[in-house]
């Protein structure tokens, strides 16, 4: 995918690292990840993928748009679902190839499609490896709306 003419191409590493202009940098399927936080709490969201039209769009509208994987797709955060992304504050990591957006969340408040707040809503045992399959441990037990009725 083709870089908008309002994404300056990248230059030489010093510029990038230490410069003022933004030049992002997607891999070879023409996406970069985003980090999303809840600007208030600071808590990790969700962790999703834009193409040049996504970026572009949320820097434009100052609401989420994410490219989908899985439907190879623009997707605007909540325009079904009503849970709307507004953007507070992008920031990109030094090199430029990564985005953290910090976003106030509208609707019902969630950010996965599966109805909780966060999309990391399970956690993972660290410490030895068990005999048996890894067991997931609910962090969050309330989903913030059905899914079901939704989509």
């Known amino acids: 995918m083709p870089q908008r003419p309002y994404f300056a191409l990248r230059t030489a590493d010093l510029d990038i690292e230490t ?21 208030n709490s600071g808590e990790v969201v969700m962790f999703a993928y834009m193409n040049d039209e996504a970026l572009a769009r949320t820097i434009e509208t ?18 079904t679902s009503g849970n709307v992304q507004r953007v507070v504050e992008m920031r990109t990591d030094c090199d430029q190839d990564t985005i953290l957006m910090k976003v106030e969340m509208r609707g019902a408040k969630a950010a996965c499609h599966v109805g909780y707040r966060s999309c990391f809503y399970r956690s ?13 441990t609910f962090r969050e037990n309330k989903k913030l709306f059905d899914p079901d009725s939704v989509y």
């Open 62 to 79: 100052g609401e989420a748009y994410y490219w989908s994987r899985s439907r190879s797709e623009l997707w605007h955060k909540g325009a």
């Open 19 to 39: 410069g003022t202009v933004f030049a992002p940098k997607f891999d070879g399927k023409g996406l970069i990840p985003v980090v999303t936080t809840e600007a």
């Open 124 to 136: 993972i045992a660290v410490g030895a490896l068990p005999d048996e399959a890894l067991e997931l």
